[in-house]
């Protein structure tokens, strides 16, 4: 079975303050993707960024900036020096190969960034 | 502009009443979804269609329904079957040669 743990329920910061939240993820299959979707709080989810298995490559959009580490099974974002347009829910989940591309979600994790 | 439309924003029902949340997209994308998201919670599949007259059940399908007669729309009838429907439901779309999906605004129901 296939499973997504966002230790991390909520956290508050204040601005310009770096921060990271934690993604763990579980699965048996060699091949999967990895996502990281934000929800501001109109509700719409907004898709930061996909990582697939086989690279391992960090990433780095600007302010964010992911950490996958297969050694450990997470796949954890970064944003440095936060803003209060960045408050929102954030939510980490998996998609394994041929599955009909069905996405596992995290509980979330809310990101308070205070002025 | 292309994307995906999920009607109404907000919905009213009273308990015991089948209810049908819309959604459309124009993105040409394949495959759709349905989520359900309770407060605090991450979402959770209900319904998943990867063609069109083709759909499989998710992990909470139970007093739910879905029809796939067009590629653009997936529509989703919340049962009087369905013992909790409170909730916050989010369509999904992706086209078939990529695993990002991409979501409406969501609706969210109330039934009391």
């Known amino acids: 079975a296939q499973k997504v743990t966002q230790a991390q329920t909520e956290i508050s910061v204040v601005e310009k303050e770096d921060v990271t939240l934690d993604c763990v993820y579980e699965t048996r299959d060699t091949t999967y993707y990895l996502f990281w979707y934000k929800q501001p709080p109109s509700g719409e989810l907004v898709f930061l960024i996909r990582r697939n298995s086989f690279d391992e490559q960090n990433e780095i959009s600007g302010r964010y900036s992911w950490n996958f580490q297969k050694s450990t099974s997470s796949f954890n974002f970064t944003i440095t020096a936060s803003q209060v347009v960045d408050s929102a829910v954030y939510f980490c989940?998996?998609?394994?190969?041929?599955?009909?591309?069905?996405?596992?979600f995290g509980q979330g994790t809310e990101l308070s960034v205070k002025p | 502009d292309g994307g995906i439309t999920q009607s109404p924003k907000y919905l009213f029902r009273k308990e015991g009443q089948n209810v049908t949340l819309s959604c459309e997209q124009n993105?040409?994308?394949?495959?759709m979804y349905w989520y359900r998201q309770d407060p605090g919670q991450g979402l959770r599949l209900i319904y998943y269609?990867?063609?069109?007259?083709?759909?499989q059940k998710g992990d909470i399908a139970e007093g739910y329904s879905v029809s796939r007669e067009k590629k653009e729309s997936f529509p989703l009838t919340v049962t009087s079957a369905q013992k909790n429907p409170t909730a916050f439901y989010l369509c999904?779309?992706?086209?078939?040669?990529?695993?990002?999906?991409?979501f409406g605004p969501g609706t969210r129901l109330t039934v009391t």
């Open positions: 999904a779309s992706r086209p078939a040669t990529n695993y990002e999906q991409y």
């Open positions: 989940a998996l998609s394994v190969y041929n599955q009909g591309g069905k996405l596992i």
């Open positions: 993105l040409n994308h394949d495959a």
């Open positions: 269609s990867q063609i069109v007259n083709d759909f």
